[in-house]
Each structure stands twice: as structure tokens, then as C-alpha cells.
């Protein structure tokens, strides 16, 4: 089960208002519900764990009044100023709960006494703080074995996916550089040899490109299912049902260009995955993954087409997969009608696909701007 990330968040008070400060940067895609009892925060952002989804919920002390309240999106931060329901004064604490959770602290550039003609009594505050964080630890120390098998997990979680996106990467670049140097220096000479070259990495990566849709299912990755699911299954049927078992478009120039493209497309995506397991950021990966596919999507999409109608005849002369009467099921199945309707599914489906990339890359470069929300009542 992937673990909930919490934010640092800090607050402080004056007798009539609250502050509070998610510590999280260059945050997109904000969920945020205020309401009298509470606040409910879920972004996606740069925060104590790296890049990643962060999500809190706290209910306050006492209630306030959502409609004084505001809160604005910075590059740095997310800031709230929340106006307090009823008679001016102090709350011994933020949370209903005591305890407060570990990731909450106090924001002692705004804190205020209760006394304004005193000196901000720090040390009594960090006496509490501390005192309050000693009992978290205690309380932590009698986790500490549910913790360290949750961790052990996260680690092992990160050297898998590591691990298998840099095998799928160099198994895929391998058919890159060889198709390419192919090309380069043989042209469209013997391409049956290229292709046994060429088919036997991309059927290992494809088959284990089968992974890609179980990790959203177990939790391994927050992605969605539908985008590997469609891609992976269309490739792997074309590979496996249409070109192995016919030899005669094996030897085709447009296999090989389409075992290229696919390949292509994933040198630029594996590693792109590979940086962000480590929580690493590069912009020109970044910018590599949600580019290079424009070009790449279309012509394979093409390429499949191509291929499927280039196998036709091959399955309509020798009857393979077809299945005529009588038989002992008293059904018949015309294999190539399958292909045509093949066709007409990536016809149908490739807007589809491309689509959802274009949305991902909009959102990926998006312009980052404070935003400032307030709600207000007449």
C-alpha cells in the first residue's frame, strides 16, 4: 500500500486570526477544503520527501469562519489566513487532538502571546514544542518496527522500479542503435536479418512491458491504467498474433521502421521514469518525454496500420487463425476480418492516446503563477 506524504506545515495566531504555512514548492494541481471544523490539502509539489503527491487533513480547536478566510498558491509555499469564529482570544493548541501530528510546527517569525506587552515568550513555547515532540517520540519509538518494514518496502519499491526501467531502457536502445547503424550503412539490404536481429530484445522488453499495467494495480506507481493497458496489449497483439507468425512481412522495410519508432519513443521514456524514482529532476528529460512523442505517435500509429494491411494476404491465402465450418464448435471466425477491424481500432483509438499525452505535457509546462483564492459572503 504506497504510503500518504504529509507536508511540513507551520502555523501561528493572533487572538482573532490563524496562519498556516504549507511548506511545499512549485505546487500544481491543488485540492484544497476549507470548512469551519477543519481544512482538507491534497497537492502535487516539492516538499520534505522530494517530488510527490502530499495530502493532510487537521480539525481545528474551535471553529472558524470559512468565508473570512482565504489562501494563495506560491512557488514556495502555500499560505492560509484563517479568520477565528466567535469571541477574540487564544487557542492552547491548532488540532482538536492532542498530540498535534509530527508534521505540524510552529511558526515562531509570526507567533504572538497572549500578553502584547511582553516579549514573544519563546522559551515557553519551544518547552512545550519540546515536550510535545518527546511524546511523539515516544510514541514513534513503539512504531519503530511497523516503520522500518515500511521503509524497507519504500527501498526495495525503488530499486525495483529502478531497475527495471534501466533494463527496459538498454534493451530498447539496443534496438535503436542497431536498426538505425542498419540502416545507415546496409539501407533496405536483407532486412529478414534485421528483423531476427532486432525482434528478439523488443519480444523480452515487450513481454515484460506486461508490468507496466500491475504497478497502478498493486500500488507501485499513481498512475492511471488505461493509457499502458491500451498501449501495451495493441503492441504486443501486432508483435505476437500478426508479425511472428507470418514470415513473409519479416522481411518488410516497414516492420523494422516500426520496431524503430516503438523503440524511440521508449529510450526517451524509461529514462525519464528512471530520474524520477531517485527523485531526480532534469529538465531536458523532462522536456525530451513530453516532446519527442508528437512526431513518434503518429508515424507509429501508422506503421501499425501499414503492417496489419501488409499481413492480410499472408493470413487470407493459408487460412491461419481462421476457423471455417464444419467444425466440431459449429462456429467460424475469419481471421484477416480481424485485422480490417484491427485497423479501424487504432484508427478510432490513436486520437484517443494522443490526446491524454497532450494533456500531460499541458500540464507538465503549464506556466507556474501565485494564485490568490478568496471566498466571500455578502
Known amino acids: 500500500m504506497a504510503t500518504t506524504l504529509h507536508p511540513i506545515v507551520y502555523w501561528a495566531q493572533t487572538e482573532d486570526n490563524i496562519s498556516l504555512k504549507v511548506d511545499l514548492r512549485d505546487t500544481s494541481d491543488p485540492d484544497i477544503d476549507v470548512t469551519a471544523e477543519g481544512l482538507y490539502f491534497k497537492a502535487f509539489g516539492v516538499g520534505a520527501g522530494g517530488l510527490h503527491e502530499y495530502e493532510f487533513q487537521m480539525d481545528f480547536y474551535r471553529n472558524v469562519n470559512p468565508d473570512r478566510s482565504a489562501y494563495r498558491v506560491m512557488d514556495r509555499a502555500v499560505e492560509f489566513n484563517l479568520t477565528k469564529d466567535g469571541p477574540a482570544l487564544f487557542w492552547p493548541r491548532l488540532t482538536r487532538d492532542d498530540p498535534k501530528p509530527a508534521w505540524l510546527r510552529i511558526d515562531f517569525d509570526k507567533w504572538k502571546s497572549e500578553d502584547d506587552s511582553d516579549e514573544e515568550d519563546e522559551e515557553a513555547v519551544m518547552k512545550k514544542e519540546q515536550e510535545e515532540q518527546m511524546r511523539q517520540i515516544e510514541k514513534e519509538l513503539l512504531e519503530t518496527k511497523e516503520q522500518?518494514?515500511?521503509?524497507?518496502?519504500?527501498?526495495?519499491?525503488?530499486?525495483?522500479?529502478?531497475?527495471?526501467?534501466?533494463?527496459?531502457?538498454?534493451?530498447?536502445?539496443?534496438?535503436?542503435?542497431?536498426?538505425?547503424?542498419r540502416y545507415a550503412f546496409y539501407g533496405k539490404e536483407n532486412m529478414k536479418e534485421a528483423f531476427d536481429r532486432a525482434v528478439i530484445p523488443l519480444g523480452i522488453c515487450q513481454m515484460f512491458a506486461f508490468l507496466e499495467i500491475l504497478h497502478p494495480l498493486i500500488g507501485l506507481v499513481k498512475t492511471g491504467i488505461m493509457a499502458p493497458l491500451m498501449q501495451v496489449v495493441g503492441r504486443n497483439v501486432l508483435l505476437f498474433l500478426v508479425i511472428l507468425p507470418n514470415p513473409e512481412v519479416q522481411s518488410d522495410p516497414m516492420v523494422c521502421y516500426l520496431f524503430l519508432v516503438w523503440s524511440s519513443v521508449e529510450v526517451f521514456r524509461y529514462p525519464f521514469y528512471m530520474a524520477g524514482v531517485i527523485d531526480y529532476s532534469s529538465e531536458v528529460l523532462t522536456w525530451l518525454r513530453y516532446t519527442v512523442w508528437i512526431p513518434l505517435y503518429p508515424l507509429g500509429f501508422f506503421s501499425e496500420a501499414i503492417v496489419i494491411f501488409l499481413s492480410i494476404p499472408f493470413y487470407d491465402d493459408t487460412g491461419k487463425f481462421s476457423l471455417s465450418l464444419p467444425n466440431q464448435y459449429n462456429i467460424s471466425f475469419y481471421f484477416p476480418y480481424w485485422l480490417y477491424a484491427h485497423i479501424a481500432i487504432i484508427v478510432c483509438l490513436a486520437p484517443s492516446l494522443i490526446s491524454h499525452m497532450w494533456r500531460q505535457r499541458q500540464r507538465r509546462f503549464r506556466p507556474k503563477k501565485p494564485r490568490t483564492f478568496h471566498v466571500k459572503l455578502n
Open 148 to 181: 522500518d518494514d515500511e521503509s524497507a518496502f519504500a527501498d526495495l519499491k525503488t530499486v525495483y522500479l529502478f531497475f527495471f526501467n534501466l533494463l527496459q531502457f538498454i534493451g530498447y536502445a539496443y534496438v535503436v542503435v542497431y536498426l538505425f547503424c
